[in-house]
């Protein structure tokens, strides 16, 4: 069964930094490209980075670049997502995921929380 599973969220004040890691089973993980996206209370589901299967190309929504890095390791299947300069905006849940043809796979989250 494919698996998703997402760690590393957390509470953070403004301005601070987090690591999210997924860790990816059940499939083979370096042949697709993968994603995070988050969820904030009340929102819709809103796409925030996609990474190529080599690690190669990465791309992010505009509200994050330069402070989320995305990064994966194909020899360990994990996906990974450096958060920093935290914003009260970036609260939500964050999910990875991939999409295989038609069929989109999700993990199971991660609650991140910013907040003094």
């Known amino acids: 069964d494919v698996q998703l599973q997402a760690s590393g969220g957390g509470l953070v004040q403004p301005g601070g930094f987090l690591s999210l890691s997924c860790a990816a089973s059940g499939f083979t993980f370096r042949i697709y490209d993968m994603s995070w996206a988050r969820q904030a209370p009340g929102k819709e589901l809103e796409w925030v980075s996609d990474?190529?299967?080599?690690?190669?190309?990465?791309k992010y929504v505009n509200s994050v670049k330069g402070r989320f890095s995305i990064s994966r390791d194909n020899a360990k299947n994990i996906l990974y997502l450096q958060m920093s300069s935290l914003k009260p905006e970036d609260m939500a849940v964050y999910y990875c995921a991939f999409r295989e043809l038609s069929r989109d796979f999700w993990g199971q989250g991660t609650q991140v929380t910013v907040s003094s």
């Open positions: 990474i190529s299967s080599d690690g190669g190309t990465t």
